[in-house]
């Protein structure tokens, strides 16, 4: 593809929190024409985000925190997210590890990495890796809530599978990335461990 693509120019935008670019370039179209575009590109970093589940309680353990972006666009702004990160020159699992200790208070040991997805990709360069990993109380190092210096004030939610499927559906839960580990652990995790119990009593 990059054979495609003739960068012609780039201009830094913003440079405060993250960096915002304006690039104009050539792409070869499939007919073999070539056609000047313009993008802005967000850079953010790659980060990690992480679902806790408890599969003997059918629990999962959620967040729940103001965001700004959301509340300018018709959202009351608390929105329910799984715990999340952004890598700053960790690696996925070191990173999600402290992410959600920080966050939730709960201490994991073992993740597991479940995919890789680009949740905004018009627009914003960021790669998440998605985690899954089990949780019981004796995890509970801390209280969790985040970090305050960054201006973090976090509340963690318990919810059972089934209420957290019904958050999706009544629109409760609107966070992409959440929305994606819940569905695949309520296939993947909760639904197939139905399954397995239903076959042992039969």
């Known amino acids: 593809m990059s054979d495609r693509i003739r960068i012609q ?7 405060d929190w993250y960096i915002l670019k304006k690039t104009t370039f050539d792409l070869q179209r499939n007919d073999g024409s070539w056609q000047r575009q313009s993008r802005e590109t967000y850079d953010r970093g790659n980060g990690a985000v992480i679902l806790l589940y408890n599969l003997a309680r059918r629990t999962v353990i959620l967040t729940r925190q103001f965001r700004y972006p959301v509340y300018v666009n018709g959202h009351p702004g608390m929105l329910i997210e799984a715990p999340a990160g952004l890598l700053d020159q960790a690696t996925p699992e070191e990173r999600i590890k402290a992410e ?24 914003v360069t960021e790669k998440l890796h998605f985690f899954l990993a ?6 509970k190092a801390t209280p969790g809530g985040g ?9 963690v ?3 059972s599978i089934d ?10 839960i609107a966070d ?15 639904t197939s461990s ?6 042992s009593h039969a």
């Open 163 to 172: 209420a957290a499927m019904q958050a999706i559906a009544d629109g409760h």
């Open 194 to 199: 139905e399954h397995t119990k239903e076959n």
């Open 147 to 155: 970090n305050v210096e960054e201006g973090e004030d976090i509340e």
């Open 176 to 190: 992409g990335k959440t929305i994606l580990l819940l569905q695949h652990a309520w296939i993947h995790l909760f």
């Open 157 to 159: 939610l318990e919810l």
């Open 100 to 123: 959600a200790e920080e966050e939730t208070g709960y201490r994991v040991d073992r993740v597991r990495k479940i995919f890789e997805a680009f949740m905004s990709p018009g627009s």
């Open 9 to 15: 120019n780039v201009e830094t935008l913003s440079d």
């Open 134 to 139: 089990e949780y019981d109380a004796t995890a």
